[in-house]
């Protein structure tokens, strides 16, 4: 079913302007980097907060009332052009081994982000500008792998090393869903 | 010996051919770049929205204790990175004109940075001076940041 959508997009006027416009796709993907820094660096800041080794002199409680305005700038950035590639380059990408770790690395980080949200920074007036708990470490040390996952599998869509025309074994042609060549 | 020569014999050096060669080594040493980008990024703006009072309250001078060592971290491996991602093309980026521009930006947002930027954020300034050399910085760096990706484009 996805398989089609990709397919069906990949044949509108948006995705075909896009894929072949001179400019636009370089400055979505210039944009989309850039972005980066906005969303992964704030990040990294608070989750080195979280970590108990940055910033200490910070409360928690600031640290991520007053990031996460910029955090959320840059998410959205990111999920616009992250978008825009998307649809200049459908099928490929639909199909790509990396691009499909990195959804599974953002599932994996939104997820500890939903954990930090709903359990552990629930009784953070407690330890505000105190010792931070062990959980609060774990999530930080996941959000932290979980952020340069995306960042390194997004940077690896751009090579064609298992684009479905060099897949050749039964397991990689169903990680990507792509067709096994008989031959 | 020109500088487009020069170009020529680091294309053709040892540490040149084994990145170029290798099927993995270009886009990890890329990916570090990167990895090392959003940290920068994240220095630089912690500081930053904070001077400019858009961001934490807590005086950036405190902040600075923390934010400078990452910010040094990043710069040198992205320096690092980024002289072995130039050893495998030399040849290619002396054509490149986004390749000058970023050489250039980065002069500029590295003296802005460590000229202005932090002695003054580290003596506690505040005002109109410091605000400037904090918008300066900021756009110096994102000016390195377009330009390296435009690299990849031209």
């Known amino acids: 079913m996805l398989e089609g959508l990709v397919t069906k997009l990949a044949e509108t006027p948006w995705s075909i302007g896009l894929h072949e416009s001179l400019y636009l796709y370089a400055i979505t993907e210039s944009t989309h980097v850039m972005s980066i820094m906005l969303f992964v660096g704030t990040i990294a800041m608070v989750d080195l907060r979280l970590l108990g080794i940055s910033y ?29 590639l998307f649809l ?21 980080a939104a997820i500890n ?18 010792r931070v708990p062990r959980n609060s470490k774990i999530c930080a040390v996941v959000s932290l792998s979980a952020w340069a996952c995306v ?18 074994s039964p397991v990689m042609a169903k990680i990507t869903g792509c067709p096994l060549d008989p031959g | 010996m020109s500088l487009y020569h020069t170009a020529q014999n680091i294309e053709a050096s040892a540490l040149g051919q084994t990145i170029r060669e290798s099927t993995w080594l ?6 570090t770049h990167l990895l090392a980008l959003a940290l920068l990024g994240g220095a630089v703006l912690i500081l930053s929205l904070s001077v400019l009072g858009i961001g934490l ?13 990452y910010m ?39 003296a802005v940075t460590y000229l202005a930027f932090n002695p003054l954020i580290k003596r506690g300034a505040s005002g109109v001076l410091i605000r400037s ?11 390195v940041a377009l330009a390296g990706r435009w690299i990849g484009f031209s």
Request: charged share 15%.
């Open chain 1, 56 to 84: 200490t002199k910070v409360p928690v409680s600031q640290m991520l009332s007053r990031m996460l305005p910029w955090t959320i700038a840059g998410f959205v950035l990111l999920v616009i052009t992250g978008g825009m």
């Open chain 1, 88 to 108: 200049a380059i459908p099928v490929r990408t639909y199909h790509s081994l990396w691009f499909r770790l990195k959804c599974l690395m953002i599932l994996i």
């Open chain 1, 113 to 130: 982000i939903a954990v930090f949200t709903f359990k552990v920074e629930r009784d953070k007036a407690t330890w505000d500008l105190g």
């Open chain 1, 151 to 168: 960042i390194v599998f997004g940077r690896l869509i751009a090579y064609n090393w298992f684009d479905c025309d060099s897949i050749n």
């Open chain 2, 26 to 31: 270009f886009p990890a040493i890329e990916s």
């Open chain 2, 57 to 69: 309250k807590t005086a950036p001078a405190e902040l600075y204790k923390s934010a400078h060592r």
């Open chain 2, 72 to 110: 040094n971290g990043a710069v040198i491996v992205l320096l690092l990175t980024g002289i072995l991602l130039g050893v495998s093309e030399p040849v290619k980026l002396y054509g490149r004109q986004a390749f000058w521009v970023k050489m250039i930006s980065l002069c500029i947002a590295l």
């Open chain 2, 133 to 143: 050399v904090t918008a300066l910085t900021m756009a110096a760096w994102l000016m």
